[in-house]
């Protein structure tokens, strides 16, 4: 598969109906591979610090989930054409996994928000079956990991938030043996409801971003990566000059 590389981070060209092609592959094939979504702020988290640029590059599939994957990629003139999103992405494994027989498990969030979002999944998609929900509030990893095992599920999604969720991944994947994993960060909390997402029509249009400092302006500072990210990226190949006609 093709991978794009921005300040030292790889990033599949990959689009939805790709990533879920492969995702089906990595299921058959019963290996314990994992997923990052890859946004400007991870990437930027990343120049400083080596240990999270390497578990990001270690995944097997890093998915284009920001908008500024998408304008860098077209100022390198790359192939990455459209964001894929880790909640579209998710409700989407879940379709397919309805369709195919995986079994899926929930990992993390607050108490009885996996629980409630396990519910509306599997209303929305007839036949999904989610043989198990655990909250992420534990201390040992053994105990749930152990209690994941007796699941067998071919899907394990892990909201914790990022990094946490990947480093989790990292270091229990081999014990849980579980073919896919997958972080998903705040989405169980937006398919319960309790986090609102953008309206499609600015989702379509890469908005999302402004949507949340509308509803969040505490976000900011966090948003100000973005600029920062592209500019390192047009210096880094001596096109500065493109960020100030794109903006």
């Known amino acids: 598969m093709k991978k794009e590389n921005y300040l030292g981070v790889d990033v599949c060209a990959i689009d939805m109906e790709k990533a879920l092609s492969e995702i089906d592959v990595i299921i058959k094939n019963r290996k314990p591979s994992f997923l990052v979504a890859i946004n400007p702020e991870k990437i930027m988290k990343a120049q400083k610090d080596e240990k999270l640029k390497e578990l990001i590059n270690s995944a097997d599939l890093q998915i284009p989930d920001g ?44 108490p009885g928000v996996a629980e409630e979002a396990s519910k509306i999944l599997m209303e929305r998609y007839a036949g999904l079956n989610i043989v198990g929900t655990r909250d992420g509030y534990f201390k040992e990893d053994e105990e749930v990991v152990n209690y994941i095992k007796t699941f067998s599920p071919d899907i394990l999604f892990i909201a914790m938030g990022s990094p946490k969720q990947e480093y989790w991944i990292k270091k229990n994947m081999n014990a849980l043996n579980i073919p896919f994993l997958m972080g998903v960060g705040g989405s169980y909390d937006v398919i319960c409801g309790n986090i609102k997402r953008a309206p499609k029509w600015m989702c379509s249009m ?10 969040e302006p505490w976000r900011i500072k966090r ?5 920062k990210f592209l500019a390192k990226v047009a ?3 001596g ?7 794109f903006f």
């Open 67 to 110: 908008i500024g994957i998408v304008y860098a990629s077209k100022f390198k003139k790359g192939d990455i054409k459209k964001r894929v999103t880790g909640i579209d992405l998710m409700q989407n494994i879940c379709d397919m996994s309805a369709k195919k027989g995986y079994k899926v498990f929930l990992l993390g969030a607050k």
């Open 206 to 215: 890469g908005l999302e971003w402004l949507y949340r400092l509308i509803k």
């Open 223 to 227: 948003m100000s990566v973005l600029p």
């Open 235 to 237: 210096l880094e190949r």
């Open 239 to 245: 096109k500065w000059r493109k960020v100030f006609l």
